[in-house]
């Protein structure tokens, strides 16, 4: 190795240990809940009062998690959503529905942009309510994302890539596209 390229390597390792540091230092000061859990990477969390546990989309993995808040001090994920029907995507944005007892969750194909969809699955049993296909193959280039719910039981899914939403009614029927 050329002096030149030790340089360039000592820089690089310099470089890297900045981000690693940070990371290690928000860590320890964090006084946050730890557990283990499935996945390397998580993408949304949401509180369930109604439950006293944490909901959280495994990203990559595609399944929801369930994080009850018990008495030790290490916590352990429980896989409770892990649909069969949107398999090979990643589960993205989720969203409580309290009125009707029920978890809305956004699946993507994040890698190839051919599939985008919202599921509801009840809070109790988990069982699916609906399951409603909202970007696929052929059509305009989408990256169904993130899911906000209204009083009503409509959704709203942000499209991060074409810049629209799409309204999705009470039972999983597509209502409207709102464009800006
Ligand atoms: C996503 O789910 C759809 C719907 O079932 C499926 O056709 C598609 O193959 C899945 N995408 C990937 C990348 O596996």
Redesign the pocket.
């Known amino acids: 190795m050329s002096r030149r390229c030790g340089r360039t390597a000592a820089l690089l390792l310099l470089l890297t240990a900045i981000p690693i540091a940070l990371l290690f230092s928000i860590e320890r000061s964090a006084s946050g809940y730890k557990y283990s859990g499935g996945g390397w990477f998580h993408e949304c969390a949401k509180w369930d009062a109604s439950a006293d546990r944490f909901l959280v989309s495994t990203f990559t993995s595609g399944t929801i998690g369930e994080i009850t808040i018990g008495t030790g001090s290490e916590l352990e994920e429980k896989t409770v959503v892990s649909d069969a029907?949107?398999?090979?995507?990643w589960s993205l944005g989720i969203a409580i529905d309290r009125r009707r007892k029920r978890l809305l969750v956004v699946?993507a194909?994040v890698l190839?942009l051919?599939?985008g969809g919202v599921a509801a699955y009840d809070l109790g049993s988990w069982e699916r309510r609906f399951l409603i296909?909202l970007a696929g193959k052929g059509g305009e280039k989408s990256f169904a994302d993130d899911v906000a719910v209204d009083e009503d039981g409509n959704s709203y899914i942000t499209d991060a890539k074409a810049n629209k939403i799409w309204k999705v009614g009470l039972n999983g029927e597509l209502l409207s596209v709102i464009r800006k």
């Open positions: 029907d949107v398999a090979g995507n699946y194909d190839g051919t599939y296909q």
